[in-house]
């Protein structure tokens, strides 16, 4: 049964030493408004857009940019990280714009978080960071702290990103905040989020900065539990209140903590939530005794173990550093007592006459020289001795924790009662653990041999075998690719960003690229028989008779023109007729001479079948009755021979057809991965004779799974490289089998692998 969740939210606002009531004019929060697009209507919106740069605006300038980046997330169909990236261009280029209308050199960094279902995704611009305490873990995002200055938006014409996404559980803590939150020290960060109460976190914060400083801090709590206590010791019992209509978030405006209602979004009003809390004063002892023993389940490695080996050096360190800090006090002290003995004595002790400098003795000035040079040297060297030291220290510490980490990883597998999905997770835990030990010093055989035996172990539970991956060719930075499919020696690639479709031409093995086409073959705004092309859905190969020729490249976009395209003759369009319930589609399918598409806001796929050699009738329902699935998550589908349909979720899910009838379809659970397909985001149905099997992305598991009709999990594609990440986003793969080849698309990037044989 999945967790309905609610979202507390509390506000930081410093500004000159000065903390005031009021949210930070940068900050958000949309729930789905009544006309927003199906594909939004799960999605929560926070946002917190803070300054950068040298130049600072007024507060409008960062409200109007979340206002925009709320309207444009809301209005985008691609998947979340897609429509993050439409609103980080939107961002950028409206600070640009507004740059060159007026002659000012804004800058803005910006935290976004998306809330889906039980997940939430985060994207990040400028100098930004995100603390969290989920799952009774401290992270932070990035995870490297050296990593935190990305270039800030309006800096250059295409922004630099960063992406991550975490599985929710009940009480798990987000602080979104600027650079200056950034700037406070880890343990206190630690310190304030394990406390899971928001106006803890919100007054250690507020004790920490300086001058200035933004924040929005979010806790995720299960609507139907009983609100913890650490949440409500201090707070008013109105915070309770779910945010659910106008007339409670009017209630709400005056309280200290606001709570955004997650099950019921789709009536919810479209205004945005922008209440400020007003920070309580817990005792120092409040936060340092809070309990929270009771949120916190038997793991084999906690976090608490990690502060306990961490804590005393990070003493050590402070101690150094202010021995050292001290000892440069000195140095100047004495170098100021030098300087006056020196005048002092050339006042006394006049320089020597000719015949007392043929006698040999050491000059005043010397003796004052040495007098200031030797404890500024000393004082160099302790301050080197002290910043090598916490840096070995630090890496000491994670080094000690990964060890430890991978030993009770080690005990868990020898254990026969330990279930794979502990063991796997104590493996997730080393491998995050020599991640961090790795940042502090990447050159420790020690540690990487660490790594990859941990990344061995995922992959061992995940059912994947690392395999040669080659890059063919990079797309736009901010390109959301669909596709790829193989036509002869042609390979095409749609970018939905842009909607459009580019053709390349691969060797004769296929394994490379030969000629790389840099103009878009099919494009949104183009003009193809008198139609304007719109948004490009997906891209198919049509080998039998159906549309204007065959062997040749189609496309779809959402308002039904059927495009095709044949490096010989050129383009061609024809326009579908529409059922009244055409409403968002989001793939196609060839089988037989039929066309099939996948319209997930209609709840149904449309069959269209054709007429002398076009699609010119109305199309026919594939699923009849009352008993029609619920598709508005589907992301893709494909038709196996037989006529079987296959629909992918984004969950992962697996759901199959036939002749419109639901047919039992479930991973084998003893052949498939630990965790499952968690995050599906393309599915390919490869119908060749010999081999026919289903391949699906999983962005989840940086993972593309080969898996049989029946169900089982024949193998994945993952880098050889285990330490990569080039699979993050991945978001297509097409199966070659007659040339041994497979091609997957992750972020803005085509690459081969050779396919698995068995």
């Known amino acids: 049964m999945s967790i309905q969740y609610e979202a507390l939210i509390g506000y930081l606002s410093v500004v000159g030493g000065q903390a005031n009531d009021e949210a930070p004019p940068g900050a958000k929060i949309q729930v789905p408004p009544r006309r927003a697009h199906r594909s939004r209507e799960h999605d929560t919106f926070f946002i917190l857009v803070t300054p950068a740069g040298q130049v600072g605006a007024k507060p409008d300038f960062y409200e109007g940019l979340a206002a925009l980046a709320c309207n444009v997330f809301f209005k985008s169909r691609l998947g979340v990280t897609g429509a993050l990236r439409e609103v980080a261009n939107a961002l950028n280029e409206d600070i640009i714009q507004r740059n060159q209308q007026q002659g000012t050199e804004y800058r803005a960094g910006a935290l976004v978080m998306v809330k889906r279902e039980e997940e939430v995704y985060l994207m990040r611009a400028g100098t930004a960071i995100c603390v969290a305490q989920r799952h009774k873990h401290y992270e932070t995002f990035p995870l490297d702290p050296d990593m935190l200055n990305l270039m800030p938006l309006g800096a250059r014409s295409e922004p630099q990103l960063e992406f991550t996404r975490y599985p929710l559980a009940p009480n798990d803590i987000f602080i979104l905040g600027d650079g200056n939150i950034a700037a406070i020290s880890d343990a206190i960060l630690r310190a304030a989020v394990a406390t899971q109460n928001i106006s803890m976190v919100l007054e250690t914060l507020e004790r920490s900065v300086q001058r200035q400083a933004f924040a929005m801090v979010i806790q995720f709590i299960d609507a139907n539990a009983p609100t913890p206590e650490a949440n409500t010791a201090d707070v008013p019992h109105e915070t309770g209140i779910a945010i659910t209509d106008p007339q409670a978030i009017e209630q709400v405006e005056t309280l200290s903590t606001q709570t955004v209602d997650e099950t019921n979004t789709t009536e919810s009003s479209s205004e945005p939530l922008a209440e400020s809390p007003t920070p309580l004063t817990p005792s120092e002892e409040d936060i340092t005794t809070t309990d929270t023993s009771s949120l916190q389940e038997e793991e084999t490695f906690k976090p608490e173990d990690a502060e306990q080996i961490l804590a005393p050096r990070r003493r050590q360190n402070i101690l150094q550093i202010l021995f050292a800090g001290f000892l440069l006090v000195i140095a100047g002290i004495l170098r100021a007592l030098a300087n006056g003995l020196n005048a002092i004595l050339d006042r006394l002790l006049p320089e020597p006459t000719h015949k007392e400098k043929n006698q040999q003795f050491v000059p005043m000035n010397i003796v004052a020289l040495v007098a200031i040079i030797v404890p500024a040297i000393v004082a160099v060297i302790v301050v080197g001795v002290a910043i090598s030291n916490r840096d070995e220290t630090a890496f000491e510490g994670l080094r000690e924790i990964t060890i430890q980490a991978r030993l009770d990883a080690l005990q868990l597998e020898d254990n026969p009662q330990a279930s794979k999905r502990d063991k796997r997770f104590a493996w997730l835990e080393v491998r995050r653990w020599a991640q961090q030990a790795l940042n502090e010093n990447p050159k420790s055989e020690e540690v990487i041999d660490i790594l990859l035996e941990a990344q061995n172990k995922i992959n061992f539970y ?276 007659a040339r041994g080849n497979i091609y997957i698309l992750s972020g803005n990037k085509l690459y081969h692998a050779p396919r698995i044989t068995e």
């Open 462 to 737: 995940d059912r994947v075998v690392p395999t040669q991956v080659t890059e063919l060719r990079e797309f736009e930075p901010n390109a959301d690719l669909r596709g790829p499919i193989v036509g002869g020696q042609d390979i095409y690639t749609l970018d939905r960003n842009r909607s459009q479709v580019y053709r390349d031409v691969l060797d004769g093995a296929g394994r490379t690229i030969i000629e790389k086409g840099e103009i878009p073959v099919l494009e949104r705004g183009r003009r193809v028989n008198n139609f304007i092309v719109s948004n490009i859905i997906d891209i198919e190969w049509i080998t039998t008779p159906g549309a204007a020729q065959t062997r040749a490249l189609i496309a779809l976009d959402d308002n039904g023109l059927l495009l095709s395209y044949h490096p010989t003759f050129g383009e061609g369009a024809i326009q579908l007729e529409l059922p009244p319930e055409w409403s968002r589609p989001v793939a196609i399918a060839l089988w037989d001479v039929n066309l099939y598409v996948l319209d997930a806001g209609a709840n149904q796929i449309w069959r269209y079948r054709p007429e002398n050699g076009f699609f010119q009738n109305p199309p026919e329902e594939y699923f009849t009755g009352n008993s029609r699935p619920e598709l508005r998550a589907a992301v893709d589908f494909g038709i196996e021979q037989g006529g079987d349909v296959f629909i992918l979720f984004n969950d992962g899910t697996i759901a199959r057809y036939r002749g419109g009838e639901p047919i039992p379809f479930e991973l084998n659970e003893e052949l498939a991965p630990v965790e499952g397909i968690t995050n599906g985001t393309a599915l390919y149905v490869n119908n060749d004779d010999g081999d026919y099997a289903l391949y699906v992305a999983d962005q989840n598991n940086a993972t593309v799974y080969k898996i049989s009709l029946g169900g089982s999990v024949r193998g994945g594609y993952r880098p050889l490289d285990l330490l990569s990440d080039i699979f993050n986003e991945v978001t297509g793969v097409y199966d070659d089998p």
